[in-house]
């Protein structure tokens, strides 16, 4: 089936010390999301890839880094982790239908991150 | 700007009880896309709709029905004969056409059904 995959589903990571979340889709959609969830609230979008055009929220903090380094695959980098960034964070993914056209999003399982 | 409220933090019902979900919002773009989004405790984001602005007619799935009034800015989600696998958080959300990459959730309502 095509659909979003993440891992890992958990992480655990020390004050300060970085880590990568990782993200690949089957869906062959040129669009990709990280999106920051804490607990009980919405989903924050923090940045998206259009094919290879990388779009950060203005209020994303420099610690939160992307890569993609093909369709398949987005990567979420945090060079330090700060208490504060304990969240779930999601991958989503959409197709473009025309110049200016996005589809729903489908998102990936969340990968929990827990800062020690 | 763009804002979705969900008034309604928490919900429970009994099973096979008929609930609606709440979805209030604002936009001044003209042409816009509502969502409704289910979050399981699995923590996986499930589309459930994507209406665009022009479409008012209402929508029914299965037990799923939506109701999109552009004159209230309300889209509401009722779910019919409830069932324990419909336990999860609901999100409404909105995407503005002159940015449609961006969807701005509401907070969400958590569903509870009871058995």
């Known amino acids: ?116 | 700007a763009q804002k979705v409220t969900q008034a309604q933090t928490e919900i429970s019902v009994v099973e096979k009880e008929d609930v609606t979900l709440d979805c209030v919002y604002e936009t001044r773009d003209t042409t816009y896309y509502l969502f409704w989004y289910k979050q399981p405790p699995s923590g996986e984001l499930v589309f459930l709709i994507r209406r665009n602005s022009f479409d008012e007619q209402n929508e029914i799935s299965g037990r799923y029905s939506w109701n999109f009034q552009k004159s209230t800015s309300s889209f509401n989600f009722t779910i019919t004969a409830s069932q324990v696998v419909d336990s999860a958080v609901y999100f409404c959300a909105l995407s503005e056409a002159w940015r449609d990459d961006k969807i701005i959730f509401g907070k969400g309502t958590r569903l509870h059904i009871l058995p």
Not at chain 1, 9 to 14: A, F, L
Not at chain 1, 45 to 71: G, V, W
Not at chain 1, 89 to 97: E, H, I, K, N
């Open chain 1, 1 to 116: 089936d095509a659909m979003v995959i993440q891992n890992p589903r958990y992480q655990v990571t020390q004050f300060g010390k970085p880590v990568t979340l990782s993200c690949s889709q089957t869906l062959n959609h040129n669009v990709m999301y990280w999106y920051q969830q804490k607990s009980s609230q919405a989903p924050k979008l923090l940045f998206h890839y259009y094919d290879k055009d990388f779009n950060n929220e203005a209020d994303t903090p420099d610690n939160f880094q992307s890569r993609r380094p093909n369709t398949s695959f987005c990567f979420l980098d945090i060079r330090s982790p700060g208490l504060g960034d304990a969240a779930m964070y999601l991958c989503a993914t959409s197709r473009t239908t025309g110049a200016s056209s996005y589809n729903e999003q489908f998102f990936g399982p969340g990968t929990r991150l827990t800062v020690l």
